[in-house]
């Protein structure tokens, strides 16, 4: 028996035993896994606790563009999303009031050899070329995916899990250092659920949108304007397969992709107080059948009627949610995912800043720099780094979704303008960069404002020519023009401060 065996088999009656390991990870979902099988990967000795085992059944997390793909493979798990029956996702088709614009992936150098997913070992091109492959994401069921991350770790030597509900954390008697956590492990004798305990030098909260830690930790709390209602539609016809699919023409947005080979999510945007969803007005339910059905593509419509009348029960749903990022200070603990940062769901971008996190957090955390995780002012050095760091690639996700969804679901004149410039702008060709940028692929925030701006001018443009070029018309026309400005800035600007600069 070889010493490195011996002192693999010492770490894993470590963790078993004593439940002791140098990091406990609290949560096995997309950045729970990744992080716990990128650390072990490292020769690091990681504690994985999850609260059900079980394959989950979601609604989001459902879609990942090409750059969660690139990340994905880099941390040595893209073999997680074959086998799934996985769907290879090309770009978007935005339909807007029965137009319809089909926007691929850009080939752009160095995207699938990491140079340009934001990362740390360099930057897009920018420039399309008809040699470089053309990036694609991948659609599949939720649960599945995670069931395949979840195999990964438990196959791991350097991963004990456990499935056990964390309660609390375990402060320091002398100091306000985090040791670990505290869970209620369920009895296989009595089925009673225990207290338990779990130590290690760096703990790990990546428990997700309904964290149970971050009102402890994190002073920011999610900010929820709407919500995605949820059906499944079996053998739908889309009219661009391989292709999610954004709908604009219901109140708000509603978006549309395979998940499986037979399988295809629909996601219905409904605000908070929405009048066509009121109870007067039928419910979610009536506002699907009356206004969101007709909306859709002609293709479409029946698979979405016959899922619709499948039974009489609200569709389920989950909260659409803002929650921009925060430095973090506590020794011994991080959170991390989506119980830290989160962003509307409508460009599917989570789990590309997930996956991402991983990759960078992995370099900052490597032992060749951090050989001891005990070591907490080094610790805070690497997640200071990893705060703007990360900010390259997450701020253009981030303030792209919830820039897109103010202008998807456009409540007002001036939105309604700037609704229209953005599909001009797709219509008349300018789609590489916005894709780039959608599909985590050019990490450029300055190429974001550009093109955000330049969609604010067309719609000023647009704007002007319907009102009429005419001398006596100037007065309006500025005054037009400085709303529509007015509000593009409105919705960018304080997006993006929040999430590049704080």
Known sequence: MSATTVVLDELAERRTTYHEAEVVVVGAGVFGCAVAHALADQGRSVILLERWMKEPNRIVGELMQPGGVNSLRKLGLGDCIEGIDSVQCDGFSVFFHGQNVQMPYPRIDGVLDGKANGTTNGSANHIETKTAPRPQGRSFHHGRFITRLRQACLKHPNISVFETEAMNTIKGEHNPEILGVETRTVNPATGDKEPDCFFGQLT?????????????????????????YALELIDCQLPSPGYGHVVIGAASPVLLYQIG??????????????????????????????????????????????????????????????????????????????????????????????????????????????????????????????????????????????????????????????????????????????????????????????????????????????????????????????????????????????????
């Open 204 to 228: 790990i909260i990546a428990d997700g949108y309904a964290s149970r830690f971050r009102k402890q930790f994190i002073t920011q709390v999610p900010v929820v304007r709407s919500k995605f």
């Open 261 to 502: 080979s037979r399988e295809t999510r629909v996601l219905v945007d409904v605000p908070e107080k929405l009048p066509e969803a009121a109870p007067a007005n039928g419910g979610v339910r009536g506002y699907m059948a009356k206004v969101v059905l007709p909306a859709l593509p002609a293709s479409v419509q029946p698979s979405f009627r016959a899922a619709l009348e499948k039974d009489s029960k609200i569709p389920p749903s989950m909260p659409n949610s803002w929650l921009p990022p925060t430095k973090q200070s506590v020794p011994g603990l991080v959170i991390l995912g989506d119980a830290m940062n989160m962003r509307h769901p409508l460009t599917g971008g989570g789990m590309t800043v997930a996956l991402n996190d991983v990759v960078l957090l992995r370099e900052l955390l490597s032992p060749q720099k951090i050989p001891d995780l005990g070591d907490s002012a080094a610790v805070g050095r690497a997640m200071s780094a990893f705060h703007w760091r990360r900010k390259r690639l997450t701020a253009i996700i981030n303030v792209l979704a919830m820039a897109l969804y103010a202008l998807f679901a456009a409540r007002g004149a001036e939105l309604a303008k700037l609704q229209r410039g953005c599909f001009a702008y797709f219509e008349r060709g300018h789609t590489r960069d916005p894709m780039g940028l959608l599909g985590g692929l050019i990490p450029d925030p300055l190429v974001l404002g550009y093109h955000f701006f330049s969609v604010a001018f067309l719609a000023i443009w647009l704007d002007w020519r319907r009102v009429g070029l005419w001398v006596w018309n100037t007065p309006l026309l500025l005054w037009n023009a400085f709303w529509i400005l007015w509000t593009a800035s409105r919705v960018f600007l304080p997006v993006m401060y929040r999430e590049l600069l704080v």
